[in-house]
C-alpha cells in the first residue's frame, strides 16, 4: 500500500501545499497568496485566520490535483514563516488582533528600553535584541492591545509564531506546541538551558503561561483531518522553522554542512552539531532542529538584498529581462574593478549598518553597462561569501561545499562566481521548495515512511566547481572589502567583522 506525506510551506507572501509520495517525490503542488497590509506607519501584518484558512484550502487543492485518496495520507509537516508574532484567546481560538509580522519594526522603541540587557540577551538567546524578534512584539501587545492583559491575567492568552498558531487551530486536541527551531528565534528562550528564560520573560512583561510548550520537532503536535480534508485524522509529526527546513531538505545534518538560500534576500546558515558557538560578530545562533530527543545548533547570516538587486537591474533600465544579467555579465571585461554595494535600506549581516546607504564605485571611462551589470550581479556572491568566511573563521570548520537553493540558482554567470569566489563546490538540488521537503522529510522520518539514510539518495544535483586561483579570488574580495568600507556609516566595523 502506497503511503503519502502532506507538507505546508507557510511563507510571508503565501502558503504553499505539497504531497510526497513513499520515495520522497513531488506528486502535486497548491499555492495560494495572503494579504500583505502595510498601514501609512510601515507596519506590517497579516489576518492569522485567512492564513489557516488558506492552509485549509491549499491542502485540499493539492489532494485533488493529485488525486490520492485521502486515507492513503499517513502524516504531515509544517514549515513556517519564523519571527511572526500572533496572540489569540486559547479558550475561543479567535485571535486579539492581527499577526506581527517579522518584517514589521513597530516594536523598535521598545527595544530601546532594553538596551541596557542586550549583551545579556544575546548571550542566552544568541540573537541581537531588535524588534525583529517576537518578544517585542509580544511585549508590544501586551502594552496596546487591551484584551492581552485582560487574557493574560485568566490564564487564556496565547502568544507564538505561526507554526503554534496552526498547530493549535489544526490539531483536534487544540495543542499549544512548538518546536525547537521556532522558540529559538523568539529572543526568549535559553538556548544552552532550552527552556523559556524566566528573567527574559519577565523583563519583556510575557506571561510564562502565554507561551507555548517546546516539543522536539520530530514529535507528534496532535492530530488532524484539516477541517474534513481528509477522511481520516493524521498525526502532524514535523514542524520547522522555513530557512531550518531548507537546512534540513539540503541534508545538511551534519556539523560544519552549509547551505545559502536565495531570495529576495539570503539566509546562509550553518550547522553547528550538538555544541552551540556564540559569537558577536554578526552572525546570529539559533536552534537547527530537535531531532531523536537531541538538540543541533546551526550559525546564521541574513542578508537585505541579493536576488532582490536582479529585479533592481531590471527596473533602472540595466536589463529587460532577468536573465540577461547573466549573459551581459559574461561579456563584461572581467578585469574591471567596477563594485556595486546593494545597501538600499542599509547594511544586513554582518555589518548591521542601518544607515549606510548603496554605492557603485570603481568606475573607469572603460566601465559600460555590461560591467555595471557585472557588478550588480557579482555582489550577491560576495555578501553570500562575507558570511561563508566569518562562519569558516568563528565555526573553525573547513568549508568546501555550500547546498544553495532559490531563484538566482538558475544564473549559471552567478552560480559559478559563487562558486569561485566561497572556494567551494556548489551543488543545486532539482526541487525548489526546500522548506516544504525539509518539513515533509521530517514527517516522514518520524513516521516510520522515509529511512534516513536513503531518503535523500533520489535527489540529484547540479554542480559547479572552482576554477578561480587563489590570488585572483583574495584581490577580488580585497577590493570588495575596501568598498564597504566606504559605505559604513560608523568607522571600526570592517575590523571588527574581519580582523586586523
Not at 121 to 126: A, F, M, P
Request: charged share 25%; hydrophobic share 35%; glycine share 10%.
Amino acid at each position: 500500500m502506497c503511503s503519502y506525506i502532506l507538507s505546508v510551506d507557510q511563507s510571508t507572501q503565501g502558503t504553499k501545499g505539497l504531497l510526497f509520495d513513499e520515495n520522497g517525490k513531488v506528486l502535486a503542488r497548491a499555492h495560494r497568496q495572503h494579504r500583505q497590509m502595510i498601514d501609512h506607519r510601515g507596519w506590517v501584518e497579516h489576518d492569522p485566520k485567512e492564513i489557516l484558512r488558506n492552509t485549509i484550502l491549499v491542502c485540499r487543492d493539492v489532494m485533488e490535483k493529485a488525486g490520492v485518496p485521502s486515507e492513503k495520507v499517513r502524516a504531515m509537516g509544517i514549515s513556517n514563516q519564523r519571527e511572526t508574532a500572533v496572540a489569540w484567546n486559547r479558550e475561543t481560538g479567535e485571535p486579539i488582533c492581527n499577526a506581527i509580522v517579522w518584517q514589521c519594526a513597530r516594536a523598535r522603541k521598545i527595544c530601546e528600553t532594553h538596551q541596557e540587557e542586550a549583551e545579556e540577551i544575546r548571550l542566552k538567546t544568541g540573537l541581537r535584541l531588535s524588534p525583529y524578534f517576537p518578544a517585542a512584539k509580544f511585549e508590544w501587545i501586551m502594552k496596546y492591545v487591551p484584551e492581552g492583559e485582560k487574557l493574560a491575567k485568566q490564564g487564556k492568552l496565547a502568544l507564538g509564531t505561526i507554526d503554534s498558531w496552526l498547530v493549535y487551530s489544526l490539531s483536534q486536541e487544540k495543542n499549544f506546541k512548538t518546536d525547537y527551531s521556532n522558540a529559538s528565534r523568539t529572543q526568549l528562550f535559553h538556548l544552552k538551558e532550552l527552556c523559556w528564560d524566566r528573567e527574559l520573560c519577565r523583563s519583556f512583561g510575557i506571561p510564562e503561561n502565554a507561551l507555548p510548550e517546546v516539543s522536539m520537532s520530530d514529535s507528534c503536535f496532535g492530530v488532524t483531518d484539516l477541517s474534513g480534508v481528509l477522511k481520516k485524522q493524521i498525526p502532524i509529526m514535523g514542524v520547522i522553522g522555513d530557512s531550518h527546513g531548507a537546512l534540513f531538505g539540503q541534508n545538511c545534518l551534519q556539523k560544519g554542512q552549509l547551505k545559502a538560500t536565495y531570495g529576495t534576500g539570503s539566509s546562509v546558515m550553518m550547522n553547528l552539531g550538538e555544541q552551540p558557538v556564540m559569537t558577536d560578530s554578526g552572525i546570529v545562533t539559533s536552534l537547527a532542529w530537535g531531532r531523536k530527543q537531541k538538540v543541533q545548533y546551526v550559525l546564521e547570516g541574513n542578508l537585505n538584498y541579493t536576488g532582490a538587486v536582479v529585479r533592481w537591474m531590471k527596473e533602472v533600465g540595466l536589463i529587460q529581462k532577468e536573465k540577461e544579467s547573466g549573459e551581459l555579465a559574461a561579456k563584461a571585461n572581467r578585469q574591471d574593478r567596477t563594485y556595486f554595494i546593494p545597501a538600499f535600506t542599509g547594511l544586513g549581516a554582518p555589518y548591521w549598518d542601518a544607515d549606510a546607504t548603496g554605492l557603485m564605485t570603481g568606475i573607469t571611462r572603460t566601465t559600460g553597462r555590461n560591467e555595471m551589470v557585472k557588478a550588480c550581479l557579482e555582489s550577491i556572491a560576495y555578501q553570500i561569501t562575507d558570511l561563508i568566511d566569518l562562519m569558516r573563521r568563528e565555526s573553525g570548520y573547513e568549508i568546501r561545499e555550500l547546498r544553495v537553493d532559490g531563484g538566482p540558482t538558475a544564473n549559471s554567470y552567478l552560480m559559478q562566481f559563487q562558486s569561485d569566489l566561497s572556494e567551494a563546490v556548489l551543488r543545486i538540488p532539482e526541487l525548489e521548495e526546500l522548506s516544504a521537503m525539509g518539513a515533509a522529510y521530517l514527517a516522514g522520518i518520524s513516521a516510520g515512511i522515509y529511512d534516513e539514510k536513503e531518503i535523500f539518495e533520489h535527489i540529484s544535483y547540479r554542480e559547479y566547481h572552482p576554477q578561480m586561483g587563489k590570488e585572483r579570488v583574495n584581490r577580488l574580495k580585497s577590493g570588495w572589502r575596501g568598498a564597504i568600507g566606504q559605505v559604513l556609516a560608523h568607522g571600526g566595523k570592517q575590523e571588527g567583522v574581519y580582523g586586523a
